[in-house]
């Protein structure tokens, strides 16, 4: 394997190196036009990508999405399809195109009934986007999409990604669409030093694959969807890259050179993940064991979700027993289940896990809803984990307590409005926990916990 040194940076030609010095000096001063020069040379020089297309035409995946060229869409396509597996997308497709076949269904759809049809996906400012996204394109373009990658850019939640693959797919417009892994291929396809999460990489493939599509040697759509295709099931990240599969590894200076799985470089972290220390309370009632949730506040991370009651920073057993007597609970019995970590993107919970028995004062007298009745108060509420086939569960029962609890937020207005006194609920979990989706409930929030059902 040669050295990093060994590595052509970028194609050989003197426009393209000054371009590359100044990328190097001074990133943030890069012009436009030094870019786009930068990424003509580039294209001028690369490999001829016919083999590519016709794998496409003849290995693709066949994708509900791909049957379309309505801009609608294939924004909705794009837009879940986020950080989130095609598989696991599909389903959530259909049924959002289902209840919101036009972008003018999606913009009078509440908000909060979006963010339930999205529940389980995961990344909810997606689902906050599209709609804003929906609703800017029926009141300000008459219900009617944006044909250029500049007009798209204007709309709400819509980044350049999403604006090329919506302008090139559904329009045929002649711009790139650079993904996480549409710039995994270029980098090796050109054996380019370039780097997970760096910005100026990525605007160096933006203005590279623009080029391409300019150069009009390619059909727009095709061009951007087979490269998001071979990022997606060919060249994989690190060593799973299956280059003998590949229809351009004659191609390929990283294959040819030994740098595949080397390539891009991982990012440098400058400063770590800022931590929260949290303590988490598995508080279970042990007159009839059903546990208690508590609501998120309406904003920030996890808004509105429900989650166990928790404390900040990691709390002595006397913390947590004073901490109950003054929501009111009776302490019998607390044990200590181990720590756990939860990452986020720009967070981690380093946290503690406590199970703790109480009994509930007595004026906590359990109106007691099925979960149907309990569905409908809460309706458009997201519980992480909640499936619909849960929904349907006749048997698991939530109660409300009159007592208020000071762990509890003020009840958001529509359960309020549906008689809830406070956001803490309390359900039943051993009728739940033979069910798929509880377990998956305590595992989001106890993620070093092993076997939920030794906890039960
Ligand atoms: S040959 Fe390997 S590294 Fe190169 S583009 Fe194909 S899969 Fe990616």
Redesign the pocket.
């Known amino acids: 394997m040669s050295g990093t040194g060994d590595r052509q940076a970028f194609p050989a030609g003197r426009a393209a190196a000054v371009v590359v010095k100044a990328i190097k000096a001074e990133p943030g001063r890069l012009s436009a036009a030094d870019l786009a020069a930068w990424g003509a040379a580039a294209a001028e020089s690369w490999p001829e990508l016919q083999p590519l297309l016709r794998w496409f035409g003849e290995h693709k995946r066949d994708l509900p999405w791909r049957h379309t060229r309505d801009p609608y869409k294939i924004w909705l396509s794009e837009v879940m399809l986020q950080q989130t597996r095609a598989q696991t997308v599909i389903p959530y497709y259909q049924k959002f195109l289902q209840l919101y076949p036009t972008v003018q269904d999606l913009a009078a759809a509440p908000l909060a009934e979006v963010l339930k049809a999205w529940e389980g996906l995961g990344y909810y400012s997606r689902a906050r986007n599209l709609q804003a996204g929906a609703e800017y394109v029926t009141e300000t373009c008459g219900g009617t999409f944006p044909q250029t990658a500049a007009g798209l850019l204007k709309v709400p939640g819509i980044g350049r990604y999403t604006a090329g693959a919506v302008a090139s797919l559904a329009f045929a417009q002649p711009v790139g669409a650079v993904d996480g892994n549409v710039l995994?291929?270029l980098c090796?396809?050109g054996n380019y030093p370039w780097q997970q999460g760096n910005t100026h990489d990525r605007r160096a493939g933006e203005a590279l694959l623009d080029s391409l599509q300019q150069s009009g040697r390619y059909p727009a759509g095709p061009l951007n969807e087979s490269l998001i295709e071979?990022g997606a099931v060919?060249?994989r990240p690190g060593a799973q890259?299956?280059?003998p599969?590949?229809?351009?590894?004659a191609v390929?200076k990283?294959?040819i050179s030994g740098q595949?799985k080397d390539?891009p470089r991982p990012s440098r972290r400058l400063t770590p993940l800022p931590e929260e220390q949290r303590s988490f309370l598995l508080l279970i009632n042990q007159a009839d064991q059903t546990w208690c949730f508590v609501q998120r506040p309406a904003s920030g991370l996890l808004a509105g979700f429900y989650e166990f009651p928790s404390l900040d920073g990691k709390v002595s057993q006397e913390e947590i027993n004073r901490y109950l007597e003054e929501q009111g609970y009776h302490l019998l019995k607390l044990d200590y289940l181990g720590p756990g970590r939860q990452i986020f993107t720009h967070l981690i919970w380093d946290c503690d896990f406590w199970r703790a028995e109480v009994s509930l004062p007595q004026e906590s007298g359990p109106p007691e809803l099925t979960a149907s009745q309990i569905c409908g108060k809460l309706g458009s509420t997201p519980l992480p984990g909640r499936s619909e086939s849960q929904l349907a569960e006749p048997e698991l029962v939530y109660r409300t307590v009159s007592h208020k609890p000071a762990h509890a937020e003020e009840p958001a207005p529509e359960l309020a409005a549906a008689g809830f006194s406070q956001t803490a609920i309390w359900l039943n979990p051993a009728r739940a926990a033979a069910r798929l989706t509880f377990p998956r409930i305590l595992q989001s929030f106890l993620p070093g916990s092993g076997a939920v059902d030794s906890l039960l």
């Open positions: 995994r291929v090796r396809l071979l060919i060249c890259a299956d280059c599969a590949c229809p351009l590894q390929c990283a294959r595949v390539l």
